[in-house]
């Protein structure tokens, strides 16, 4: 009974903490808000994680680990380059409108704390673009896409669609979009990012 009651806290802890980062970041968030919202005294909360940064990751993690897979199994899977970099987009873009957060916090962690990105990618579900490589190569040989290299390629899906959550006050200010037309912008770009890098690399 009592470990099922404190893996129960510790999941209302980490749902109540993913909900106050969502809206007010990581410098908005304040551990009282997260108790309040968990239902909890901030004492218990304090026990499960000591700092606002331990409890940051910790949500990041959780999130990180079910995008995880579903990165894996595009990249790894029988499918066609073509509706490989669909699929990508469009799940990607739909985990990040649930998860606004991440890149952000991705970014952050790159320049403050190398050890957390060092121990993420160490993890065994880490996304790799091995066979991913190799049906490149294959593609190039066979004459269906341009010459290009897999990292490149790569790259260039996560930039495109990363970017426009990375950035997303500029843009809504560039093209002057409230918050709900931005998500309707976004959620264009589940096909828009993939057509754009399709026709890129087609022969």
């Known amino acids: 009974m009592i470990k099922t009651k404190d893996i129960s806290a510790e999941e209302k802890i980490l749902n109540a903490a993913e909900h106050i980062f969502e809206n007010k970041g990581l410098s908005g968030a304040r551990m009282q808000e997260i108790a309040d919202e968990a239902k909890i005294n901030k004492s218990l909360l304090h026990y499960y994680y000591r700092s606002k940064q331990l409890l940051f990751e910790a949500v990041f993690k959780k999130a990180f680990n079910k995008l995880a897979p579903q990165i894996n199994v595009v990249l790894n899977s029988d499918q ?43 993890v065994d579900n880490f996304p790799n673009i091995k066979n991913f490589k190799i049906q490149i190569e294959k593609a190039i040989s066979e004459g269906k896409i341009r010459q290009i290299k897999a990292e490149q390629l790569f790259i260039n899906i996560l930039a ?31 096909t828009e990012v993939a057509d754009f890098i399709i026709k890129s690399i087609k022969l």
Do not use: W
């Open 160 to 190: 495109l669609n990363i970017f426009p959550f990375i950035a997303a006050p500029l843009i809504k200010g560039f093209v002057e979009a409230s918050d709900k037309e931005y998500k309707i912008i976004l959620e264009k770009r589940k």
């Open 80 to 122: 066609s380059i073509c509706d490989k970099i669909i699929n990508f987009s469009n799940n990607y873009t739909s985990f990040m409108l649930k998860h606004p957060y991440l890149p952000n916090f991705i970014l952050q962690e790159l320049n403050r704390n190398p050890d957390f990105v060092t121990e993420l990618i160490s």
